[in-house]
């Protein structure tokens, strides 16, 4: 306890934001969420649904990626990284609750969707899934946390039914992945040319694919760098190469759907959406998938690391691209998230930062074991 | 039988009549607003068109398949069979995809209360069930706000087109499949601020089409993940059994 209490320069930074962070939530819950925020009714969505939303949901997609991974595909050499990824994506999701108590009118009757159904709605949908995905990615990293207290009967039972719970999850998260896109394709009139699509939900799913992988490889390097560990770098060069496939696949169907929508004109049209279009496809796509592609690339820690950068750029662009700058236009005002709303999607992403870490330092989620069990 | 409520532009004085009992109606605070907000869900806006004053009404549109219906996740809001779109309050959890949803951009919010509602035209639903007329409509003194069958409205409204001697526009009557509200003008409704760019097709069925294929996709998700899942671990069942046999 000695420890953690000690000061760094980190742990200095975290109690500044948190503080900040705290005064804007209580705040926005006394005020109301005009006073706190910059939305308005021209706008009614702003940060917390376009990046602690949006964003955190696909990031958060490399949970079920890997489970299917290891256990549907059967892939066992990615045990080492299940745990550790499971974590990043149960402690996102989390998050995004919290995101989202701070976003509601009234956060209290978030229990709601629950009893009062409407199954018309693709929020209804979300709201099910996010509740149930949440329950199982739970599920999935429990026995890490029942071992640690010597419950390993309750462990092995939950472990019993890892099969089905991961299917379930893999089905859920590709729902829900998808119909984070869904929720605009009810507004053709409103969000512009570049990224009102009918495929829209197959844009986010395909897209929080890379993301998800992008993340693991993002999350093993500041591991790697934080806590001292090896880097599994063989597991990470064959992600890279995954990603390589998940870019060009998105980046055909970019083509194919402008090309039928007829969008490469708005290039040459007046507005400033062609500069976030341009350089999410650019920097956050073509980029990442041209370098990676060459193996010298995809085994350099750094070029590796950089490239997963690349493409959470592009995807964190692409969804404040959709939710923010393709809306602008059609609601003749211009979105600039306030002070408060900064500072409260900051304070979520630290509180994230500050839990993994804990974890790391007193659950067991760098097991080495696994990996020595594999090898023989 | 469906009612709606016919606004004809070109009788409209606009003297603010139908804004102020709209106002009295729903307990909300006296003004003369010219957008709507969280105080006035009805209201008088005027535009200058070639040097002529042309006074139009915005409030809720009343759609026959509403977006705001079909997108709220706990079933807020309710079209209800007499043409009203109504809100209950007490469900809203203040998501807001009403909002989002709206083509109209009606339905607004109480940014400044730490408990928030949203607010929008309800069509006076409790007025019109037990017989009476809609506020605005009582107390129209020129007879630009009619209320009735939406059926014979527009045939009244057809009428009207066809005796006048300027091109007019009926808004409401075909887009995003028809609204309860119907705008009467002669002027081209997208200069009055109407969205011009709207299908006539209802909007809801363009989320619908995908959640509705979604009880297909887990049965098939899950069994072709179950597949997969039985066919690899064999393999890695045989594999292993090789790899002892060879010891």
């Known amino acids: 306890m000695k420890e953690l209490l000690k000061p760094t320069f980190w742990k200095v930074v975290f109690v500044i934001i948190l503080c900040i962070g705290i005064y804007s939530t209580i705040y926005r819950f006394v005020n109301g969420l005009g006073a706190a925020s910059a939305m308005n009714d021209y706008f009614p969505w702003g940060l917390w649904i376009g990046f602690d939303l949006l964003c955190g949901v696909g990031l958060a997609a490399g949970g079920f990626i890997i489970c299917a991974t290891v256990y549907v595909f059967n892939i066992k050499r990615f045990k080492p990284i299940i745990k550790p990824t499971v974590l990043t994506a149960f402690l996102g999701y989390l998050l995004v609750i919290v995101a989202l108590l701070i976003d509601l009118g009234r956060?209290?009757?978030?229990?709601?969707?629950?009893?009062?159904?409407?199954?018309?709605?693709?929020?209804?949908?979300?709201?099910?899934?996010?509740?149930?995905?949440?329950?199982?990615?739970f599920l999935?990293?429990?026995?890490?946390?029942?071992?640690?207290?010597?419950?390993?009967?309750?462990?092995?039972?939950?472990?019993?039914?890892?099969?089905?719970?991961?299917?379930?999850?893999?089905?859920?998260?590709?729902?829900?992945?998808?119909?984070?896109?869904?929720?605009?394709?009810?507004?053709?009139?409103?969000?512009?040319?570049?990224?009102?699509?009918?495929?829209?939900?197959?844009?986010?799913?395909?897209?929080?694919?890379?993301?998800?992988?992008?993340?693991?490889?993002?999350?093993?390097?500041?591991?790697?760098?934080?806590?001292?560990?090896?880097?599994?770098?063989?597991?990470?060069?064959?992600?890279?190469?995954?990603?390589?496939?998940?870019?060009?696949?998105?980046?055909?169907?970019?083509?194919?759907?402008?090309?039928f929508r007829h969008v490469w004109g708005y290039f040459f049209m007046p507005g400033h959406e062609k500069y976030y279009a341009f350089f999410e496809l650019i920097i956050g796509v073509i980029l990442p998938?041209?370098?990676?592609?060459?193996?010298?690339?995809?085994?350099?820690?750094?070029?590796?690391?950089?490239?997963?950068?690349?493409?959470?750029?592009?995807?964190?662009?692409?969804?404040?691209?959709?939710?923010?700058?393709?809306?602008?236009?059609?609601?003749?005002?211009?979105?600039?998230?306030?002070?408060m709303e900064v500072s409260i999607t900051l304070m979520?992403?630290?509180?994230?930062?500050?839990?993994?870490?804990?974890?790391?330092?007193?659950?067991?989620?760098?097991?080495?074991?696994t990996v020595r069990l594999d090898k023989v | 039988m469906s009612k709606s409520i016919l606004f004809d532009s070109t009788l409209c004085i606009g003297c603010g009549a139908c804004r102020d009992a709209c106002k009295e109606r729903n307990g909300l605070p006296p003004g003369e607003e010219k957008e709507l907000n969280y105080n006035a869900v009805n209201v008088v806006k005027d535009y200058t068109i070639n040097g002529d004053t042309v006074f139009v009404r915005k409030f809720c549109m009343h759609c026959n398949d509403p977006s705001c219906v079909s997108v709220c996740p706990v079933g807020a809001f309710e079209k209800t069979s007499i043409g009203a779109v109504t809100y209950n309050k007490d469900k809203c959890m203040g998501c807001r995809y009403c909002?989002?949803?709206?083509?109209?951009?009606?339905?607004?919010?109480?940014?400044?209360?730490?408990?928030?509602?949203?607010?929008?035209?309800?069509?006076?639903?409790?007025?019109?069930?037990?017989?009476?007329?809609?506020?605005?409509?009582?107390?129209?003194?020129?007879?630009?706000?009619?209320?009735?069958?939406?059926?014979?409205?527009?045939?009244?409204?057809?009428?009207k087109m066809a005796s006048s001697d300027k091109k007019m526009y009926l808004y409401g009557?075909?887009?995003?499949?028809?609204?309860?509200?119907?705008?009467?003008?002669?002027?081209?409704?997208?200069?009055?601020?109407?969205?011009?760019?709207?299908?006539n097709e209802p909007l809801p069925m363009l989320t619908w089409n995908i959640l509705s294929k979604i009880p297909s996709f887990v049965l098939f998700g899950g069994t072709l993940l179950s597949g997969i899942w039985w066919i690899t671990s064999r393999r890695k069942e045989v594999e292993e059994f090789e790899k002892n046999n060879k010891k």
Not at chain 1, 318 to 334: F, K
Not at chain 1, 353 to 360: R, S
């Open chain 1, 348 to 369: 979520i992403v630290s509180v994230g930062f500050a839990i993994f870490a804990l974890a790391v330092k007193y659950l067991n989620v760098f097991e080495h074991d």
């Open chain 2, 173 to 199: 009557e075909k887009e995003v499949g028809g609204t309860a509200t119907l705008i009467l003008t002669d002027i081209e409704p997208a200069k009055l601020g109407f969205p011009s760019n709207l299908p």
């Open chain 1, 140 to 259: 999935e990293f429990s026995p890490t946390i029942l071992e640690r207290f010597k419950m390993h009967k309750t462990a092995k039972v939950i472990k019993s039914f890892t099969i089905p719970i991961v299917i379930v999850g893999v089905i859920l998260s590709t729902l829900h992945q998808s119909s984070l896109g869904s929720l605009y394709l009810i507004v053709p009139e409103k969000l512009h040319p570049f990224w009102y699509s009918p495929l829209l939900p197959f844009f986010f799913f395909i897209s929080s694919i890379g993301a998800g992988l992008a993340m693991v490889i993002f999350e093993s390097f500041l591991s790697s760098r934080a806590f001292k560990k090896e880097i599994e770098m063989d597991l990470l060069a064959d992600l890279g190469k995954v990603m390589v496939v998940v870019l060009a696949l998105y980046l055909v169907l970019k083509i194919i759907d402008f090309n």
């Open chain 2, 99 to 159: 909002m989002i949803a709206c083509p109209f951009q009606i339905p607004r919010y109480e940014w400044f209360n730490a408990f928030p509602v949203v607010k929008k035209c309800d069509m006076c639903y409790d007025r019109i069930t037990s017989g009476k007329l809609t506020a605005c409509v009582e107390a129209c003194p020129t007879g630009a706000s009619v209320f009735g069958d939406r059926d014979e409205l527009i045939k009244v409204a057809h009428e």
């Open chain 1, 289 to 339: 998938m041209v370098m990676l592609f060459f193996e010298k690339v995809r085994n350099s820690k750094k070029l590796l690391f950089l490239n997963a950068l690349f493409v959470l750029f592009g995807f964190i662009s692409n969804r404040l691209d959709v939710s923010i700058i393709g809306m602008e236009h059609y609601s003749g005002i211009t979105y600039i998230p306030s002070f």
């Open chain 1, 107 to 137: 956060p209290y009757r978030i229990w709601h969707a629950i009893i009062m159904w409407n199954p018309r709605s693709v929020m209804f949908e979300v709201a099910w899934c996010v509740m149930l995905y949440t329950t199982v990615l």
